[in-house]
T-cell receptor, first 110, second 117 residues
Framework: GQSLEQPSEVTAVEGAIVQINCTYQ??????LSWYQQHDGGAPTFLSY????GLEETGRFSSFLSRSDSYGYLLLQELQMKDSASYFCAGKMDSSYKLIFGSGTRLLVRP | GAVVSQHPSWVICKSGTSVKIECRSL??????MFWYRQFPKQSLMLMAT?????????EQGVEKDKFLINHASLTLSTLTVTSAHPEDSSFYIC?????????????FGSGTRLTVV
């Protein structure tokens, strides 16, 4: 089957750097996206990796290794507003549908 | 940027009744929209892919007769929860991809919190 696993919770201090990992199992794989969701809100797109390597967008970076079926989201200079749930999402076939990971709740402490 | 509007934002209905949720792409045409369901503190579970002008594609385990999807235009998809029961209470979210973009950054609606009493 298709599944994407993430740690359930991560806690970090304001100003620090945190990495949220995502491992996936699927027979087909086209790319990995990352979304942020605050409680009660809609998911918002953060980044997408189609190829191996690092993609940087401001304070957020995302990495993908297809050979390891693994990716991560790196958040730098953490701010209190970064406290949210983060989901990796895989594009598993030629359609446009996304399969979401289990999600990671990030708590940023002062 | 792309905007997806979802209504209503919340709804309470009696058990046995039907509820319709609308998802509109406001500034782009979406031939494909997606419907997700999310329980508290859990992930988004893809329910179905809504295709403009054709039948929706449902994920395994999702009852197509219970969750009716209609995508009659390039900017509107609707999800109707028929004969709702308390176990259908959940957060329903739609998303759409702006075909004018190159990256897979889908835009999500604000979600609909359904409570069946």
């Amino acid at each position: 089957g298709q599944s994407l696993e993430q740690p359930s919770e991560v806690t970090a201090v304001e100003g620090a750097i945190v990495q949220i990992n995502c491992t996936y199992q699927t027979s087909g794989f086209y790319g990995l996206s990352w979304y942020q969701q605050h409680d009660g809100g809609a998911p918002t797109f953060l980044s997408y990796n189609a190829l191996d390597g690092l993609e940087e967008t401001g304070r957020f970076s995302s990495f993908l290794s297809r050979s390891d079926s693994y990716g991560y989201l790196l958040l730098q200079e953490l701010q209190m507003k970064d406290s949210a749930s983060y989901f990796c999402a895989g594009k598993m076939d030629s359609s446009y549908k996304l399969i979401f990971g289990s999600g990671t709740r990030l708590l940023v402490r002062p | 940027g792309a905007v997806v509007s979802q209504h209503p934002s919340w709804v309470i209905c009696k058990s046995g009744t039907s509820v319709k949720i609308e998802c509109r792409s406001l500034d782009f045409q979406a031939t494909t929209m997606f419907w997700y369901r999310q329980f508290p503190k859990q992930s988004l579970m893809l329910m179905a892919t809504s295709n403009e002008g054709s039948k929706a594609t449902y994920e395994q385990g999702v009852e197509k007769d219970k969750f009716l999807i209609n995508h009659a235009s390039l900017t509107l998809s609707t999800l109707t929860v028929t004969s709702a029961h308390p176990e259908d209470s959940s957060f329903y979210i739609c998303s759409a991809r702006d075909p004018g973009t190159d990256v897979y950054g889908y835009t999500f609606g604000s979600g609909t919190r359904l409570t069946v009493v």
